[in-house]
């Protein structure tokens, strides 16, 4: 059967029934805000992708982090401040997949679970042979472990159909336990052994990970009152800042720059308040309590600056934020915070160096958008406060982070991207490719970058290959493909030595070293949708 784009979404919260407390309100009330928005890009997306429409597949959501123990944790924080991001994420991956017409069953229950898969009651009770009635299954790295039980056996049979939604991402060096033991890329997660593509992303953070993303708000707000082909905004700003921190110990310690910001600007915060306490906050605070999201949106929009307090990282309020009109202030962290010196990214299965608060907005939105300080120069912070307000902006919204623009890569996702076939993937196609040489202590993720492109590892294949090298005019006293490293193909200029990938799991983009030059398959990429390259949907 044909996958066929939907018009209405009302199934879709039948679908959502069994979503219990705080969590199941938060997703239901943000698919239904965003509906017609999801509807109208539904419409487009029917018109340009007709040639390409793909079969419909049985799909089951299985968010781990909201089921059992750690599941009631999560759900009691989201209404006191807790984080949200993930439910974004699950709600409109979920009307995603329901617009582009797949069958979706959702659950939050261990037991359930079980159920819906075919398995017995108890654990590791599946024979290999069990027919999974399900072509996909998006989890969470706590879903894999459930999985894991309810499967038994057939859990590594079926692993090519699991997608895992994990916000900052998995490297390969931390995907495969054994090179991961042996190179110190150990970690509590990671060591699953998926391709790294089957991992998606909140932000496109490493090209190894599908970048999965979520939408950005701006649409739906402005529907219900201007016509479609009208310009956004600009909204009625009033001389306000609003501080990005649902918690107050988010605010601790940066008091001075607070200040420095109230001095401009009236400054408002949505930080929890227990019942019969008030949060601790510098007294020339305006504070909403924490806000729904339909309110905290309708804030934004009549704020001029949206106040990054170096935490949370990297997640979706700022794009909302800008989305509305809203210029992002952030902190920048020199030296950058990583798995190295923080405690949030300590044991995270990926290397990156976090530059900033929101590191996507910073180098990917940017200037007059985004703005990045060193938060304990009064000088600097004050002079950039004062340049912001001498700024206009317009809402903006990236195109990866629209609802068209999700549908688009989901769609592309689930048509192309094949991790049951032990053949090297045919997608993005060979023509896509442009190998890049990089120099010595770069990864690929940089040298593609600097040369206005994205690291795609679809196309690691390609040149992995003795003809490469000489096709860079390389010539290799040795071939080495004895050895596992993640960041082969490589050419070593001390004894001239080139260096084969043996093992495809660890194909990388993230990596580099001071002792090798790596070949990089890099492609272009859609204006505003690093995702897809221009001529390959
Ligand atoms: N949000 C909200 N009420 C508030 C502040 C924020 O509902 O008072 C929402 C906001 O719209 C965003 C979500 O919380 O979509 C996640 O926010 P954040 O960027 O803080 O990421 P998190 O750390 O929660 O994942």
Redesign the pocket.
């Known amino acids: 059967e044909k996958a066929e784009v939907q018009t209405t979404l009302r199934p879709l919260y039948e679908v959502f029934g069994g979503i219990q407390g705080p969590a199941g309100r938060f997703i239901r009330s943000r698919v239904e805000r965003l509906s017609t928005c999801w509807i109208k890009a539904g419409h487009r997306i029917r018109e340009n992708t007709t040639k390409t429409t793909s079969q419909q597949k049985r799909v089951l959501l299985y968010p781990g982090v909201l089921s059992g123990g750690v599941g009631q944790r999560f759900g009691a924080m989201v209404d006191q401040g807790g984080?949200?991001?993930?439910l974004?994420q699950w709600a409109d991956l979920s009307a995603s997949l329901f617009i582009l017409g797949h069958n979706l069953t959702f659950t939050t229950s261990q037991n359930h679970l079980h159920s819906v898969i075919g398995a017995a009651p108890g654990k590791g009770s599946c024979p290999i042979q069990m027919p999974l009635p399900f072509d996909l299954i998006y989890t969470d790295y706590h879903g894999l472990a459930h999985l894991q039980g309810a499967m038994g056996l057939a859990f590594q049979h079926y692993q090519c159909r699991f997608r895992i939604l994990d916000s900052f991402g998995t490297e390969p060096a931390f995907n495969l336990g054994t090179y991961a033991r042996s190179h110190g890329y150990n970690t509590l997660w990671g060591s699953w052994r998926l391709q790294p593509l089957q991992y998606m992303t909140m932000f496109p953070h490493t090209p190894d990970n599908s970048f999965l993303g979520f939408v950005s708000e701006e649409v739906m707000v402005e529907q219900e009152e201007r016509e479609e082909e009208v310009e956004p905004g600009p909204y009625r700003k009033d001389n306000t800042a609003v501080v990005y921190g649902?918690q107050d110990y988010m605010w601790q310690g940066k008091e001075r720059y607070l200040e420095l910001i109230s001095q401009e600007l009236e400054t408002h915060g949505?930080v929890y308040q227990p019942p019969g306490h008030s949060a601790q906050l510098p007294s020339n605070i305006i504070n909403h309590g924490?806000?729904?999201?339909d309110q905290?949106?309708q804030l934004l929009r009549r704020t001029k600056v949206f106040v990054g307090l170096g935490f949370?990282y990297e997640?979706?309020?700022p794009l909302?934020a800008i989305a509305l009109g809203c210029v992002f202030l952030q902190p920048r962290f020199q030296p950058p915070r990583s798995s190295e010196n923080s405690d949030f990214y300590k044991g995270k299965p990926t290397t990156r160096q976090v530059s900033s608060q929101h590191p996507y907005a910073e180098e990917f939105i940017g200037k007059p958008y985004v703005w990045t300080v060193d938060m304990t120069n009064t000088t600097d912070v004050q002079e950039t406060v004062r340049a912001i307000l001498r700024t206009e902006v317009k809402p903006f919204t990236p195109r990866e982070f629209t609802s068209e623009g999700m549908l688009e890569r989901v769609h592309a996702y689930i048509t192309h991207q094949d991790f049951c076939s032990v053949s090297f993937p045919t997608w993005p196609p060979e023509s896509a490719l442009r190998i890049h040489l990089g120099p010595l202590g770069q990864s690929c993720v940089s040298v593609c970058r600097r040369a206005s492109l994205v690291c795609e590892p679809a196309l690691f294949h390609h040149l992995n290959d003795p003809a490469a090298f000489t096709r860079l005019g390389l010539s290799c006293s040795s071939m080495d493909q004895e050895v596992d490293n993640h960041l082969f193909p490589a050419y070593s200029p001390w004894g001239r030595r080139c260096g084969l990938q043996r093992e495809r799991l660890l194909f990388s983009c993230a990596g580099s070293d001071p002792v090798h030059r790596r070949l990089c398959p890099c492609r272009a990429h859609r204006a505003g949708q690093v995702a897809l390259c221009p001529d390959c949907l």
């Open positions: 984080p949200l991001g993930e974004v649902k949505t924490l806000l729904t999201q905290f949106l949370p997640g979706p309020a909302e």
